[in-house]
């Protein structure tokens, strides 16, 4: 039995609460503690747009898990997998791959460990990058033949964003200038929308010869915050916080924010794969977790339940 807490109708939009309500229900999505996450929905919807952000990982949270019936490429994987690039550099690359990749998912590896593994791989794969001269005009085409796609209805989530002026900050251990690149040809550029991710450097031929710091990886977004200050600056008075995420560490990518700790955080997680084995875990990181590589239909139905009907 889900409980909607009556007050929740300053905004009337009952037939909304009753969207939410249904969604809640669907077989993909798994609740936590249902108190809890009702008490959450209170809090955000009384304190209204104003007090609220959002917080988004990019790959494989806003992309999908699969595209065209293989695995979607992560925003490093547009670069990796690209046909622009020569063979001796997809080759080089899917080896640091294959080292790393299971060190990142051990379990019978120490957080420390792990963290160190991912420096190690972030660092080796720019420096790959570097090596092979990655060039800014490419960078179009490379997504544009690549196997990535934003998840079906983020569209809809983003309009609804952006006309309540609500910021959208994507917070990604993958590549900036890839993101910025697939926003731009399968959505577009917000008003309302941060990306916060490593960024290629150029020099004055428009070849890649560095990288942004802090380097930016799956384990250490908590850590980078304060170094983008100028970025989080809308955070500083509001309230509320709606935090997506796909992994294990994305849940504590807000903790680094003055004050974050204290705020009112729905965390929706998706889980993509291995289920049975993680979904354990997954419940004790998230709010609410939705299992299997679906759309953002569920997102879009907790804003509209989040949000008044009229801007």
Known sequence: ????????????????????KIALQWAHVRVRDMESLTRKIHKVTTSGPAQLMVFADFDMTLTSFCVNRRKGCTSYGVIEDSSLMPESFREEILQVKNKYYPIEVAKDVSLEQRTQAMVDWWKTSNGLIVKYGVKKNDIREMVAEANIALRPNSYEVFCLLEQHSIPLYVFSAGLADIIHEVFLQQSRLWTNMHIISNRLLYDERGVTKGFSEPLIHSFNKHHVTEFFKEDFKETVNRANVLLLGDSQGDPSMTDGINGMKSHSIIKIGFL????????????????????????????????????????
């Open 1 to 20: 039995h889900i409980v909607v807490i009556n007050s929740m109708r300053r905004f009337a939009f009952p037939a909304v609460q009753d969207g939410i």
């Open 272 to 311: 993509n794969h291995d289920v049975d084995e993680l979904l354990s875990r997954y419940m004790e990181l998230y709010d609410v977790v939705l299992t299997g590589d679906g759309d953002m239909g569920f997102v879009h139905t907790m804003l509209q339940a989040l949000l008044p009907t009229t801007a």
